[in-house]
């Protein structure tokens, strides 16, 4: 049996199926395998546009799958990620629009991920914010994400934790212990208390609760987000964030 090199093309599309085409491949001789691989070679050498329209296709699918585990992960897990007591809820405490950032103090690309995120805050006045810690650089980042906490504790209002929030985020240097409890008592808030708050169970569950749900939706990095139903990994920008709140609030960039 002889084959056209007008079939390349469902040749190929067999190829890149791979279980549909291992499957059949026992029917055919060693010579007749030969001429396949030959006949997909040459076609694809003359028509090397296929691989683009192929890893394409590839990564479209990659990416709807990835955003259906993420909004599963989202649905699964909605009652901790947008209403656990502890979040830090910031913005239009009923908004319309759930903006959940985890963050690390340490971490370079969350200095700006703050100045988005405070943008948005002012600009939309029907957004809700919930900021959970995410201590991934450190122990330092630990002990600073640990003083956060407590200062939740003590700041259930979020008015002064997001000043301190700001000062210690946008500060210079590394954020410790040391550093974090300096810029709780330069913003007013009650430093032995909150020493001695740091190793309470309270700080320990929200720490480990963060953790336990970044890793259901594949965090792995900071800062990261949940935008109604979509996750969102890295600091991508002010633009990029208003698209994200404009699909969970009416399914389009631009509501």
């Given amino acids: 049996m002889r084959f056209s090199r007008t079939i390349a093309p469902a040749l190929l599309a067999l190829a890149i199926c791979g279980a549909p085409l291992a499957a059949s491949a ?3 001789s060693d010579t ?8 997909i070679k040459s076609y ?5 546009e296929v691989l683009e329209e192929v890893s394409a296709e590839l990564t479209k699918r990659q990416a709807a799958a990835e955003a259906e585990k993420h909004a599963n992960a989202v649905t699964a897990n909605a009652q901790t990620i947008f209403n656990s007591p502890r979040g830090v809820t910031l913005g239009n405490r009923d908004g319309d629009v759930n903006f959940v950032e985890f963050f690390d103090y340490n971490c370079g690309y969350c200095k700006h991920a703050m100045n988005d995120m405070l943008t948005l805050m002012k600009a ?13 650089l450190g122990q330092g980042s630990v002990e ?3 003083v956060a906490v407590a200062v939740r504790i003590q700041d259930p209002s979020g008015k002064k934790y997001l000043d301190f929030h700001q000062k210690l985020l946008g500060g210079r240097g590394q954020a410790d212990k040391a550093r974090a409890l300096a810029v709780a008592k330069e913003v007013g808030l009650d430093v032995a208390r909150i020493e001695k708050d740091m190793s309470s169970p309270e700080v320990r569950a929200t720490i480990e609760e963060n953790f336990k749900l970044a890793e259901s939706m594949g965090m792995n990095g900071t800062p990261s987000y949940v935008i109604g139903k979509q996750v969102v990994i890295g600091a991508v920008g002010i633009d990029a964030l208003k698209e994200k709140v404009g699909v969970a609030r009416c399914g389009k960039a631009t509501c």
């Fill in 26 to 28: 026992q029917s055919f």
């Fill in 44 to 48: 694809l050498l003359s028509h090397p």
């Fill in 124 to 136: 939309d006045p029907k957004l809700r914010v919930v900021l959970k810690e995410f201590p991934v």
């Fill in 144 to 146: 600073a994400a640990q």
């Fill in 32 to 39: 007749q395998r030969g001429e396949i691989e030959s006949i």
